[in-house]
């Protein structure tokens, strides 16, 4: 018998400012999978994805998730004002956000305020804050953008560590991200 799927997405259309951005979306992702989304810039991909997190309505289709989502995209959502460690402990526990923290190799700015934070640094802080989540399913909007090549190897074993968990992801990049065997799903002007 197999899993039931974390994320449904069943037909899914989108109109932003009076356009029909794309339309018969259909994607499952189970247990452990993966899909990268893919089309120009302007196509709706970050609209897709704030779709699949509940943040916004479709035009038509239906949404099924099976489990929590933790979305990355433009916004860190870490309080400024805070180390990073406190930040992180917002969305995991102090505990919890010690453990995030040494996989994307920011333990040693732990104690270091998020202000201070490079954009690189940022982007490892905002997936830190994914992980610490414990949410099954990762929607990464761009994840790798800001990302040195160790980040990126880094967002790779973070990723492939959470699918063999029996997480999914789906992302949005116009980059190679080290999924191995994810689905494809691209987007295409109407």
Known sequence: MSA?????????????GGRLL??????????????????????GKSSLMRIAAGLLRPAAGSV????????????AALDERLTLRKALGFWAG????KACLEPLGLGRLADVPVRMLSAGQRKRAML????????????LDEPA????????ERLAALMAEHRSRGGAVLAAS????GLEGAAELRLERP
């Open 4 to 16: 039931a799927p974390l994320l449904r997405l069943d037909k899914i259309a989108c109109i932003r």
């Open 22 to 43: 794309f339309e018969g979306i259909d994607l499952v992702l189970a247990p452990g999978g993966a899909a990268i989304l893919t089309g120009p810039n302007g196509i």
């Open 64 to 75: 099924e998730r099976g489990g929590g989502i933790a979305l990355a995209d433009e916004s």
């Open 94 to 97: 102090l505990d919890g956000a």
């Open 128 to 139: 830190a804050r994914v992980a610490a989540s414990g949410a099954p399913i990762w929607l």
């Open 145 to 152: 953008n800001g990302l040195d090549v160790e980040g990126q």
């Open 174 to 177: 116009h980059q190679p991200l």
